[in-house]
C-alpha cells in the first residue's frame, strides 16, 4: 500500500493540507473522518472534487489528507490544491487539464498586517477636530 501512493502539500491562508493519493474506489479521509464527517455536505464537496471532475478520474483514487490551520472553507481549498499537485505526480499529462482549470496554482491571498498607529490593516482611528 504504501509503495503506490503519491504525497503532496496544498495550502490556502493559514490551511495546509498533508495530501496522500492512491489507486482506490474514490473513498476522501480527512483527519481520520469521512470528507462528509468532517466538512459536512453541501458546496464544500465539489471544491473538493474539482481536480477529479477536470481529469475525469472520479472514482480511480483513494484520498487521505490530514488538515491543519485556517477554516474550513480554507482546509476545503487547501485540500483541493493537494489533490491536484498529487494527481500531477501520478500522470504529468494532467498538467495541462489542472493547470487550465486554476488548479494548480496557489491563492496568495492573505489577511493583510495590522499596522502601528491605526485601528486595522487600513482602517484608522476615527479623527476628531475638537
Do not use: C
Not at 29 to 50: C, H, L, P
Amino acid at each position: 500500500m504504501a509503495d503506490n501512493r503519491e504525497y503532496a502539500t496544498g495550502k490556502r491562508k493559514t490551511a495546509i493540507a498533508r495530501v496522500w493519493v492512491m489507486p482506490g474506489k474514490g473513498e476522501i479521509k480527512v483527519n481520520d473522518m469521512s470528507m462528509d464527517e468532517y466538512f459536512g455536505t453541501g458546496f464544500v464537496r465539489q471544491t473538493i472534487e474539482q481536480p477529479f471532475a477536470a481529469t475525469d478520474t472520479r472514482s480511480q483514487f483513494d484520498v487521505m489528507a490530514t488538515l491543519k490551520g485556517g477554516g474550513k472553507a480554507a482546509q476545503a481549498e487547501a485540500l483541493r490544491h493537494g489533490i491536484s499537485r498529487a494527481l500531477l505526480i501520478v500522470n504529468p499529462e494532467y498538467r495541462l487539464t489542472l493547470k487550465k482549470a486554476g488548479l494548480l496554482t496557489r491563492d496568495p491571498r492573505a489577511k493583510e498586517r495590522k499596522k502601528y498607529g491605526q485601528k486595522g490593516a487600513r482602517a484608522k482611528f476615527q479623527f476628531s477636530k475638537r
